[in-house]
């Protein structure tokens, strides 16, 4: 069941109907296309609209293709990662500067990947120590946990997953791989189960939670793609376009309100009592902060008891959003 669907479609109808109430006209960008659900929704409502999904996970741009088969004339599906959307913007006919009408982020990652114990995404599976959401990347979850050195393995642990027994965690792992190397996600388990103290592991969910969070992000750089493809995904949408970022952890969702929060910030000088000409904010935004799922869709559909939804429209053209930022 795709998280907070309802939610999403009210939120992008109003852009992609503003010129017709079919959606002619229109194009939406779902940039995590997964298994397509908010696609369908879209595409079923919408008999006029273009969409054009992208997700780096080959099996996912499979499955939707499935999925969305009956819209086939109406939908454009390319393997890559989001922040390659200027190149399947470009690639699809379309500008990278005001061309879409819409865009949809549904970010980490999606239950069909969970659900598929092969890959290596679930700690309550045994399987091997992937984590690749592009089978075809050539980084895997086992090159760093038996490769990388243990401050580094510490600093992945820390920085991605927030997790406070980082540096115990890392020489448990060294400890272990110098007998032999690790080869599934039930090893690397065991090992952070024996690294984290009797009484943490009691609360705050399951102990190896962080840890397998922290890898997949490592694994696939998932925060230096979303730091790229936001501010591309704001300067393709048109003016009244606007944007939907579903997140599931606290380092994407900062990511998505500072980039949010600096598209609809003014830049004239906080000390003058009027607004410069050229100096208004090109985006508002369309949430009170982060929206979460009610306890109604969270029983309905548990994956979305972690996500934090954020929207912004696009007011003004203007310059092009800024990029990365590491501040």
């Known amino acids: 069941m795709p998280v907070l669907l309802d939610r999403c479609v009210a939120l992008l109808t109003p ?21 397509g659900g908010h696609a369908e929704r879209f595409l079923t409502d919408l008999p006029g609209l273009r969409l054009i999904g992208i997700d780096r996970d080959p099996t996912a741009v499979d499955i939707a293709r499935a999925r969305l088969a009956r819209f086939a004339d109406r939908v454009t599906l390319i393997q890559t990662r989001y922040d390659g959307l200027v190149g399947a913007l470009t690639g699809s006919g379309y500008g990278a500067t005001g061309s879409v009408d819409g865009v949809l982020f549904d970010l980490g990652v999606s239950s069909m990947q969970l659900d598929r114990g092969e890959r290596g995404f679930s700690y309550a599976h045994d399987a091997p120590l992937d984590m690749r959401m592009d089978p075809g990347s050539p980084l895997t979850a086992a090159e760093i946990v038996n490769t990388y050195d243990e401050a580094t393995l510490a600093d992945i642990l820390r920085r991605y997953g927030e ?34 103290p009797a009484p943490a592991r009691r609360t705050g969910g399951h102990p190896a939670k962080r840890t397998f969070q922290a890898l997949r992000i490592a694994v696939n750089a998932e925060l230096d793609a979303l730091h ?89 053209p203007g310059q092009r959003a800024a990029g990365r930022s590491d501040s």
């Open 228 to 316: 790229d493809a936001l501010p591309a995904a704001l300067n393709a949408l048109a003016v009244d376009g606007r944007i939907v970022v579903l997140s599931y952890q606290s380092l994407e969702d900062r990511i998505v309100k500072r980039m949010f929060t600096q598209a609809t910030r003014s830049t004239t000088p906080s000390d003058l009592p009027v607004e410069l000409p050229g100096h208004a904010p090109q985006f508002v935004s369309l949430t009170r902060g982060a929206e979460r799922a009610d306890d109604a869709e969270i029983r309905y559909n548990p994956r979305s008891a972690a996500v934090r939804l954020r929207a912004v429209q696009r007011v003004k």
């Open 15 to 35: 852009a992609l109907t503003r010129h017709d109430p079919g959606g002619s006209g229109a194009v939406l960008l779902d940039a995590t296309i997964g298994a």
């Open 163 to 196: 997790e406070r027994f980082a540096r115990r965690i890392a020489a448990h792992i060294v400890r272990r791989r110098a007998r032999t190397p690790f080869t599934s996600t039930g090893e690397l388990v065991e090992v952070v189960y024996q690294a984290i």
